[in-house]
């Protein structure tokens, strides 16, 4: 019995290492941009009614503290360093999104916030952005935008009713003296 020679199937190039994360990227952000980022946190925040305007410390914070969709951005960018970035950062517990989906949310923020998806940022040698003890990332499982998104917004809650977070300036040039603003 004569064997029929297999046709040849065309190859298909492998995808490179950009195209890729660019793939797990867009799957994960499923065409949500900024607007459904903020969306999904402020009604988180409202969850536990929140108050946003009397309480900040971080320059980043007390200039936009007017703007609570700015004020979103650099929370939601600032719990993105905490994990990816400064002397803490680099890598994301298992269980949670691939950290290009989770770096995309970042440049998202800071886009918002600056204009600049590298945004203004926080200085490396930082550990932590915000006061307070982080809760245990590695208990969480994060499947989606939507759930990473509530997840920082319950971390932020937390954050803003535990502290009160003030922008502190010295005044004087002999007699340092503090002055809430």
């Known amino acids: 019995m004569a064997r029929k020679k297999a046709e040849a199937t065309p190859s298909i190039p492998p995808l490179r290492y950009e195209e890729q994360q660019a793939l797990v990227v867009g ?16 009604e988180r925040m409202e969850d536990f009614a929140v108050p946003l305007d009397p309480l900040f410390m971080d320059e980043h ?33 298992e269980g949670w999104p691939d950290y290009q989906c ?19 940022g926080w200085m490396h040698v930082m550990s932590d952005p915000f006061p307070g ?37 010295l005044v004087g040039a002999e007699q340092p003296k503090s002055q809430l603003v």
Do not use: C
């Open 27 to 42: 799957k994960f952000l499923d065409g949500d941009g900024w607007d459904s980022i903020y969306r999904t946190w402020k």
């Open 61 to 93: 914070l007390w200039k936009h503290r007017d703007d609570p969709e700015i004020v979103a951005a650099i929370m939601i960018a600032g719990s993105i360093f905490l994990r990816t970035g400064g002397r803490r950062g680099g890598r994301l517990p």
């Open 102 to 120: 989770v770096k995309a949310v970042e440049a998202l923020a800071n886009a918002r916030w600056d204009g600049n998806e590298y945004g203004p």
């Open 133 to 169: 003890n982080q809760p245990d990332d590695e208990e969480y499982g994060i499947k989606s935008l939507r759930g990473l998104v509530q997840y920082f917004a319950v971390e932020h809650a937390a954050t803003l009713l535990l502290y009160r977070l003030v922008n502190v300036r």
